[in-house]
């Protein structure tokens, strides 16, 4: 690794970075000509298949293009098919090392990063990966027919100039360490994915097409409804190479699909497939077991991560009249008796969210440090006052704190807010009765709905379980057309712009964008380009932290729950691992990437 400080040697001006990999501050872990990651078995064998079971709500795919608007695609398409310029490594944060790419170096003013591709790079079709179809990858992504987080993510870009056949250069609109990474990330694809009779089709038309990539796998069997095979593919251009070594060791990755939870663990027991992780804590609890677990043949177990907690959250669309006013957020947070939830629903296996940064050096706590008012002060009339006090916490019912205790301060609130019970109902000075809908694609959500609902009927509010069918979940949710729902917003040690499109006022307009609350706050914008803007983590921290304690402090999401292990069942006959899980790994990632075949 090459770190080099801005200055001038013989009248030229050398680049701020330049070498085999980027890092957001500097710290590379693995060297240059590193052999391989050290979480991945480099003797690895080639061969068998992993079966896993699909992770999205629908019961189908209708679309083979990952990037588009409507239709959904199947599940790992994306990680499976599609390299970019950098990869991330599993056992560090912040940086990337070169894939497609062999060297990266960044301008000394911070404005441009410039990209040399590997001569062996090769898509599927044997076709040499080229400066145009990096350029042709990211016109297209932030196009008119992409999903709108792309244009969020890569607002702060100007543009891609292609310097050569293998040389691309990002410009910047301002200097931003993470958006090397932001752009060394965005999957490449060909320029001819989409051609059709000669010529390249609208890519809101590119639906079925068969993905040009230059991943590991390609596209194999498909029984639509049933299930669908990616083939290893053997001619794959970075076997070799060491960010790959030990890697896609398993000739075909099957993703079956099953209709509902219950045939899906029932399918597991039954040895249909290798792999399955748990997000039910009563499955967990009380349904993992049967004869294949004590034989031996599936293990039950859990895998300790150091993963942000991410901020799941029931979301509050504040495009509604009835959500504007703060107070009321707030109330309804405070009828939610989680505690209550954890013991009799969840068997004692989850920790409450605690802001947008839990488990991180971003996470917000106590009262704010200096460097933090700094940043606020600016904004005191526009964010509300209780931001400048002690870090907002969600509200507890065991101790010294009740549920009672809560609901009174809550009907406190809502009197404030203007809000009274009369004639059996809460209403406002126009007489207008509180009720709202919660949105969801899965009817099991009724169950963990029910105690908050029966809290909030004491204060004179009606909730309204809504189940609908996931493609009509997913339209509402693009316009949306919804009160309150339910998203598992995933963490981040590095907060970066696309904090702009969850909260950012410019996304609150844009249909299909992040911004489901609606927040439109010029604090919490100037915020964000603090936070995107930093030159080190001593300028990033404060940045962040202000920006937990707004939205915290604003109520626009009622923290859920978060689970500090990855739970999974996996296949002991079948499939081999490594000894030990990468900190910052997903289980289905370190799964599909870095385990083998017994068979």
Known sequence: MRSLLFLLVWGVSLPLWAAHGYALWGDLKYPANFPHFDYVNPSAPKGGELRLVSNLRVSTFDKYNPFTIKGAAPAYLSSLMFDSLLTGALDETGSGYGLLADDIEVAADGLSATFRLRPNARFHNGAAVLALDVKHSYDTLIGPHTTPGFKSLLEDVAGLDVLGERQVR???????????????????????????????????????????????????????????????????????????????????????????????????????????????????????????????????????????????????????????????RQALGLALDYEWMNRQMFYNSYQRVQGLFGNTDCQASGLPSQEELTLLEPWRKEVPAATFGTMAVPPRTDGASSLRGNLRQAQALLKQAG????????????????????LDSNDGGARVLAPWMRSLEKLGIKLNFRPVDFALYQQRLHKFEFDIT??????????????????????????????????????VDALIMKMTSAKSKAELLPACRALDRVISHSHLLIPQWTAVNHRMVYNDWRVAKPPNMPPYASGETWAIDTWWSKK
């Not at 997000?279 to 177990?301: I, P």
């Not at 809000?419 to 919660?438: S, T």
């Open 419 to 438: 809000w009274e019970v009369r004639d059996g109902a809460l209403r406002n000075a126009q007489g207008r009765a509180f009720e709202f809908e919660y």
């Open 486 to 523: 339910t998203m598992a917003y995933g963490g981040t040690h590095n907060p970066g712009q696309e904090y702009a499109d969850m909260f950012g006022s410019k996304a609150a307009d844009i249909e299909d964008s992040g911004n489901l609350t609606g927040v439109k706050n010029v604090a």
């Open 170 to 328: 990002y410009r910047f609109k301002k200097p931003n360490r993470e958006l090397v990474l932001t752009v060394g990330n965005l999957p490449v694809f060909s320029h001819q994915w989409g051609m059709e009779n000669g010529k390249l089709k609208s890519f809101d038309q590119v639906v079925m097409d068969i993905p040009i990539g230059s991943g590991p796998y390609k596209i194999g069997p498909v029984r639509f409804g049933k299930d669908i095979t990616y083939v290893r593919d053997t001619n794959y251009w970075a076997k070799d190479l060491n960010v790959k070594r030990g890697t896609s060791n398993f000739d075909r990755v099957t993703v079956k699909i099953y209709k509902d939870n219950t045939a899906r663990l029932e399918a597991l027991k039954a040895g249909e497939f290798d792999l399955m992780r748990f997000f039910s804590a009563g499955d967990w609890a009380r349904r993992v077991n049967g004869k294949r677990f004590d034989s031996g043949e599936l293990v039950k177990t859990e895998f300790k991560h150091r993963l942000p907690s991410g901020f799941q959250s029931y979301v509050l669309n504040t495009r509604r009249d009835l959500f504007k006013d703060v107070r009321v």
